[in-house]
């Protein structure tokens, strides 16, 4: 998989062996429950959670969570409270590195419209 993303960076390489964002995430979902993909979705998770955890005490606050909103382009910031709401699964006010890894990890392979992870990025808009 990751010589194709190595072939993308070449400007002579064969459009018909380069990776789309549609077969790539063919190929996640359909190793979704691999377990050396788990792990590398918690690494990305926790390198993730450490950048936004600005203030280093093992937690995101709503600031600090509401900060990756904007940083990611989402300008319309109070979906974030809505969305930290949802993934502050034992509420008490602050997202721990697991809750984060979850909802992140349920966003993307959650078959389920209506699980509260759906939020992760905030309400999803058509």
């Known amino acids: 998989m ?24 063919e190929a996640l979902w359909k190793q979704r429950d691999d377990p050396e993909l788990k792990r590398c979705l918690v690494d990305l ?16 606050d709503i600031e600090e969570h509401r900060r990756m909103f904007h940083q990611v382009g989402i ?16 509420h008490d006010g602050k997202l721990s590195v697991q809750e984060f890894g979850e909802a992140d990890y349920e966003f993307f392979f959650s078959d389920d419209e209506n699980s509260p992870y759906s939020l992760f990025f905030g309400p999803l808009v058509d």
Not at 75 to 90: C, H, L, M
């Open 45 to 60: 998770n926790i390198a993730l959670f450490n950048l936004m955890d600005t203030n280093n005490d093992g937690y995101l």
């Open 75 to 90: 300008p319309d910031t109070w979906n974030s409270r809505q969305a930290f709401n949802a993934i502050d699964v034992n």
């Open 2 to 25: 990751w010589e194709n993303f190595r072939k993308k960076a070449d400007p002579a390489a064969d459009d018909k062996i380069l990776i789309t964002a549609e077969v790539l995430g």
